[in-house]
T-cell receptor, first 114, second 114 residues
């Protein structure tokens, strides 16, 4: 079945460090891929998405490229800030039943220290 | 303001005492969904609804019921809660019809079953 494997956390970085959070997926068909972010005490919100192979999603300095050949969608940011501290979830949606159900990874907690 | 609201935000109850968690959205979305979030497991889908009077099971539906009598509301019902349903619950909504549609999440309901 569909699944998402995400880099284990937690991840602690100093401000202005480079961030990579790995995400790989297994899916039949051609899923859409997402990164959602959960700030402390809040619900999830969409960070970025990509809908087909080689698409690059980007937002707030974060980027991820849909790599079909490696079934990956790694999240990167060149210079993290304290305000980026949150839990990051990789997710896919295939829509095989006509519904855009999301399958999530386990989440990666990022803490950025000044 | 476009939003998904959930009530209550926090709930402590005892085993076997029926409860309902409400979810409402003001974006005229067809699709609504319930997830539970547990440490190390990410978010798992409980039930979803493609439109009024149309509901279907997600990955972990046991012990839960839902209804969709109106487009804006999608309550989650626990007829006889048990301690293993202690979790953080999120409601989400989106436009239907495309797997890349963004889902909008509520703020979460933290449920403790004693």
């Amino acid at each position: 079945g569909d699944s998402v494997t995400q880099m284990e956390g937690p991840v602690t970085l100093s401000e202005e460090a480079f961030l990579t959070i790995n995400c790989t997926y297994t899916a039949t068909g051609y899923p859409s891929l997402f990164w959602y972010v959960q700030y402390p005490g809040e619900g999830l919100q969409l960070l970025l998405k990509a809908t087909k192979a080689d698409d690059k999603g980007s937002n707030k300095g974060f980027e991820a490229t849909y790599r079909k050949e490696t079934t990956s969608f790694h999240l990167e940011k060149g210079s993290v800030q304290v305000s980026d501290s949150a839990v990051y979830f990789c997710a896919l949606s295939w829509g095989q039943t006509g519904a855009n159900n999301l399958f999530f990874g386990t989440g990666t907690r990022l803490t950025v220290i000044p | 303001e476009a939003q998904v609201t959930q009530n209550p935000r926090y709930l402590i109850t005892v085993t076997g005492k029926k409860l309902t968690v409400t979810c409402s959205q003001n974006m005229n979305h067809e699709y609504m969904s319930w997830y539970r979030q547990d440490p190390g497991l990410g978010l798992r889908q409980i039930y979803y609804s493609m439109n009024v009077e149309v509901t279907d099971k997600g990955d972990v539906p046991e012990g839960y019921k839902v209804s969709r009598k109106e487009k804006r509301n999608f309550p989650l019902i626990l007829e006889s809660p048990s301690p293993n349903q202690t979790s953080l619950y999120f409601c989400a909504s989106s436009l239907a019809g495309a797997q890349y549609n963004e889902q909008f999440f509520g703020p979460g309901t933290r449920l403790t079953v004693l």
